[in-house]
């Protein structure tokens, strides 16, 4: 009989311990976060640019760690937070302010959209072809010149619908469009039943 009591003592001993060690453990991991911080404060983006900004938060183990942003823009629609990948959309020219917010706790990034566009440059695909887009959007495909135009259309997905950039022209008397990807800086080529994919040369 002894022994059972002491056996039913040691019992109530451990869960007891486990119970304060569980509720330790939710007690850490429900704290509401007292500081939070982004990778960057301030970004110079060029226009249709898409950049990470990754946030740090302490305690690391902090419960709310859905960080809401909210976009500040004086001029009009400069930028655009896609809150699922953390990136800061640029998407004319202009000034804003990036405030992102978690338990109370603030940080801002300060962000500048040039009047250049991320679309300019020099892009090729595996197989060596070549495609030139200029700020103007004029450009060359292999060798034929080639006048793109910004379709008004957006193309995006439901929690990113800034995710692509439609640009509509004609190669060799066929339409064609050109889809920019901000995510993965891709650009996407279709023409005449044909798919390439570019990256910058």
Not at 155 to 163: D, F
Request: charged share 25%; with cysteine.
């Amino acid at each position: 009989m002894k022994r059972s009591k002491r056996i039913l003592i040691w019992l109530a001993l451990a869960a007891f311990s486990a119970a304060q060690g569980i509720g330790l453990f939710f007690l850490m991991r429900t704290a509401p976060a007292t500081a939070l911080r982004l990778s960057e404060t301030a970004l110079v983006l060029k226009m249709d640019e898409g950049r990470r900004v990754t946030h740090t938060i302490e305690p690391a183990a902090a419960s709310g760690k859905l960080v809401k942003f909210k976009v500040t823009a004086p001029d009009g629609i400069v930028a655009w937070v896609d809150e699922q990948n953390e990136m800061i959309v640029a998407l004319a020219p202009g000034k804003c302010q990036v405030k992102a917010v978690l338990d109370g706790q603030e940080a801002i990034v300060d962000v500048t959209v040039l009047d250049e566009t991320a679309l300019a440059g020099e892009w090729q695909t595996e197989d060596g072809t070549a495609l030139s887009i200029g700020e103007d959007l004029s450009g060359v495909f292999g060798s034929e010149p080639v006048q793109w135009t910004r379709d008004a259309f957006s193309e995006g997905e439901n929690t990113n619908p800034y995710r692509y950039v439609k640009l509509t022209g004609s190669i060799s008397g066929a339409s064609a469009a050109l889809y920019y990807d901000r995510l993965t800086d891709t650009m996407r080529l279709e023409s005449d039943g044909a798919i390439r994919i570019f990256t910058r040369g």
